[in-house]
C-alpha cells in the first residue's frame, strides 16, 4: 500500500514544482506588462506592441517601428517595441 502513496506523492511534488515556475513565469510577465504600461511618457494602457498596431492600423510593422524610434510615438522593451495607441490614432486622423 505504501508504493501507491509514494507514487502520488512524488506526483504530487512534480506537480507543486511545475506550478511554482508558472507562478515565477505569470509574476515575471506581470512586472515586464507593468513596466511598458507605467511609462513616464505614456498613460497605462496606451501601448500596444508594434505587430498588433500593424494588424489594427494596416500599417507596415517597420513604418510604425521608424515612428516609435524616431519620431517618439513609442518605446523599446528588450528587443520589442511598443507603440502608443493614442498618438497612433491622432497621427492617423481618428
Not at 26 to 47: N, T, V, W, Y
Request: proline letters at 4%; hydrophobic letters at 40%.
Amino acid at each position: 500500500m505504501s508504493v501507491p502513496l509514494e507514487s502520488l506523492i512524488e506526483r504530487l511534488e512534480g506537480l507543486a514544482e511545475q506550478v511554482t515556475a508558472t507562478m515565477e513565469l505569470a509574476r515575471a510577465m506581470q512586472a515586464e506588462q507593468s513596466a511598458i504600461d507605467h511609462d513616464a511618457k505614456f498613460p497605462p494602457g496606451d501601448l500596444i506592441d508594434v505587430a498588433t498596431a500593424a494588424n489594427r492600423f494596416r500599417k507596415k510593422p517597420d513604418t510604425l517601428r521608424h515612428w516609435c524610434e524616431h519620431e517618439g510615438m513609442g518605446v523599446k522593451r528588450g528587443a520589442r517595441w511598443f507603440i502608443s495607441v493614442s498618438l497612433l490614432r491622432k497621427r492617423e486622423g481618428y
